[in-house]
């Protein structure tokens, strides 16, 4: 009882837990942003740039809309 006065646990409300489908859809978008930065990692690696030009962000943007479907 004295450990919850002192840390307040009364006032707190409780903290409801994601749905599953929350949860995986969190982790699916998050699996999706690695693999789009392992795509643009890549296309940088393979065409040596130092900086992005628009033509490299267009051509990246390609990768990437053929790497979602």
Do not use: C
């Not at 840390?7 to 942003?33: D, H, M, N, Q």
């Not at 890549?42 to 490299?56: K, P, R, T, W």
Request: proline letters at 3%.
């Amino acid at each position: 009882m004295a450990n919850v006065l002192a840390t307040g646990a009364w006032l707190s409300a409780p903290i409801k837990k994601p749905s599953f489908f929350a949860r995986l859809l969190r982790v699916y978008i998050k699996s999706s942003e690695r693999r789009a930065g392992r795509v643009v990692e890549g296309y940088i690696a393979d065409h040596g740039l130092q900086n992005l030009s628009d033509d490299a962000e267009r051509q990246i943007g390609r990768l990437l809309s053929k790497a979602g479907r």
